[in-house]
């Protein structure tokens, strides 16, 4: 656009300085030739024509619409045409070849708009003329006495035939290169037509293909939904079914309240990692003495929870039915029962439990003279006795022998009883691994036999209701500050002896 610009205004301001030179020319022939002098009017006008083609030139290119202005500066020589004519006193010979010129000039540039606007300005001063100025004394319409006052006229009409030839070829070459480039984007268009018209039939065939797939996800939708609610339903029964487990279970397991008829200074933590347990407790009084025990089992949830139901079930036969109530021989009968009942002989069967189960004598005051002063008898298979004296807490190691399984020890080896007497306060804990073993804190490592025994020694002046809760509270943080959740069930018994 800028190079054309130039290409224009170099063209035009030539022939525009020639123009008014010539038209300079004309009137002062004619002026000199007519009056033998120029009025003060022609030399003011004269001037005007010299600066007129410099500012013309100049409002050309700043304009923001080049071609508007230009349209604009060919009418307003129109208008300076006007005075022309009234300087040369109407002399149509010599006023005419700048008329047509001018008009045709402006037509070629700027088409029928141009043209009108142009000889409305040429009209407009002549209406000024006329109003401000007399009529020339000597009107010479078609008068060719004065030569050389036509002869620039027709100089300048020739000048503007050929520039118009100029514009006219330029406007061609123009449109010739618009067409071109119509073309071209014709041909592009036509091309980008094609593109399109193949990309949405391909978008067509992917669009079915989505459809298609849509159709086939809601199909499988609807399956997943009823095999959702299929499994929705059978984990409710299952659940229902093993919270009824649970109702069986805690049946089964002795009432807190029949434990503290007999110490009341004691306290069960029972914390299940699902909603049945492998861990169970066991208590009794039988012979004059108090049974007790804490088993934890293969496993837990619903396998750890059935292995539960069979140690009952036999350390109810052992003690109650068969009258065993020496913590050694019961572990001895245990190991059997197990053994048998899950045929681990044939079956290469090795679930079973670690268990810990102590026998405190339970006699009137008047048997003393016979039986002496009053013990706690303990064997244990995996699991420890802690018991307080004298605010120093004592650990009694349980054998290193499982009740089940065959593949580590000799299914006939004996247990070891340990004895203590409880001539002075006692106060006793059995605790399955899952309080030790569970990881937490900030390192998210387990809480450890030893942290557990430093717990003990440090809450047991607490009554017994305020150990058990200092005691949950300890393990949940501890959980809580590794971000981490119970592995194992979890059972802590706590009973003040004397």
Known sequence: MS???????????????????????????????????ISVLSWIIIGIFLIYPHIALVVSKKASNHREAEFWVLSIDL??????????????????????????????????????????????????????FPLPQN????????VWAFIPSVIYLFAATHYIAFISFHRGISILKVKKQLEE???????????????????????????????????????????NFIIEKTNQEITSSINYAKRIQHAILPEIDTIKSFFPESFILYKPRDIVSGDFYWFTSKNYKIIIAVVDCTGHGIPGALMSMIGNEILNDIIKSRNITEPDK????????????LRQEESNNQDGMDVAICAVDNFPDSYKEHLGEAKLEYAGAGISLLYMQNDILNQIKGDRIIIGGL????????????TISLTSPTTIYFSSDGYTDQFGGADKKKFSSKRFKDLLQKIHPLSMEKQQIYLNQTIEGWMAEGDEKQLDDITVLGIKLS
């Open 139 to 146: 009107i010479m319409l078609m008068s060719a006495d004065n």
């Open 330 to 341: 019961i572990l001895y009968q245990l190991r059997k029962g197990i053994i048998n009942t």
């Open 407 to 418: 593949k580590t020890y000799d299914s006939e080896q004996s247990f070891q009883k340990h």
């Open 3 to 37: 190079q054309k610009r130039s290409n224009i205004n170099k063209a035009i301001y030539p022939v525009r300085i020639i123009g008014y030179l010539l038209a300079i020319l004309s009137i002062i022939f004619h002026q000199y030739y007519t009056w033998h002098s």
């Open 185 to 227: 984007q014709n041909i592009e268009l036509k091309e980008q037509k094609e593109e399109l018209l193949v990309m949405n039939e391909e978008i067509k065939q992917q669009n079915e293909e989505i459809v298609s797939q849509r159709d086939h996800i809601d199909e499988q939708n609807k399956i997943l939904e009823n095999k």
């Open 79 to 132: 208008f300076w045409i006007g005075w022309i004519g009234y300087l040369l006193d109407f002399n149509l010979m010599s006023t005419l070849p700048f008329l047509f010129a001018n008009s045709a000039t402006a037509y070629s540039v700027g088409g029928t708009k141009a043209f009108l606007r142009a000889w409305a300005l040429w009209l407009v001063a002549n209406f000024i003329i006329l109003i401000a």
